[in-house]
């Protein structure tokens, strides 16, 4: 949306649809962001996903996930109608992006916590 797309659409994992799809739609919602521009799909990626990837609308395609999932996005992509741009975070565990001016020890601190604090299983 930063450089100009005003059309993003959410597929949220299939164990976490409210936190990870619904519950952001409705805090994006309540802090204005315009109508019609999140859209989010709650379904099973096997339902929608390939679907997804070989229409010719979308031309960028981003997907976190196992790397099973993203070597199939990838396949599909390259063979569709139309090569789409792909952004592939696979098998990634708690990732974190860290700019060049943060203070270390902060960062070090709110990875550790953000990676374990709200688990409900072991990482």
Do not use: W
Not at 87 to 105: K, Q, T, W
């Amino acid at each position: 949306m930063a450089v100009g797309n005003a059309v993003v659409v959410v597929k949220p994992a299939n164990d976490t649809p409210l936190t990870g799809g619904l519950l952001l739609a409705k805090i994006l919602e309540e802090a204005g962001l315009p109508a019609d521009v999140l859209s989010i799909i709650v379904s099973a990626g096997s339902q929608i996903g390939d679907a997804f990837v070989t229409h010719p609308i979308p031309r960028v395609i981003s997907f976190i996930g196992s790397t099973p999932v993203g070597r199939n996005i990838t396949k599909l992509a390259a063979e569709g109608p139309m090569l789409k741009q792909l952004e592939l975070e696979l098998g990634g565990n708690g990732p974190f992006v860290i700019l060049s001016d943060a203070d270390l020890g902060q960062v070090v601190e709110a990875a550790v916590f953000g990676k374990f604090y709200t688990k409900a299983k072991p990482a």
